[in-house]
């Protein structure tokens, strides 16, 4: 869940972060937390992580 993106999301951020644009930086970190935000929303929602501590 969210894995590749996390990837690419990490390497945009690499990429910006060379370029000195703190600005992009970190309009870009906010968004990947945002995302990763509605993955965990997700996961309490469906209760996955009950089933994974059980399973």
């Not at 951020?13 to 970190?26: G, K, M, Q």
């Not at 937390?33 to 399973?55: C, P, R, V, Y």
Request: charged fraction near 25%.
């Amino acid at each position: 869940m969210g894995g590749r993106s996390t990837i690419e999301h990490r390497d945009q951020l690499v990429e910006v972060c060379a370029t000195r644009d703190a600005r992009a930086a970190a309009e870009l970190s906010g968004r990947h937390w945002s995302e990763l935000g509605g993955h965990i929303s997700k996961l309490f929602d469906a209760n996955q992580f009950a089933e994974t501590a059980a399973g």
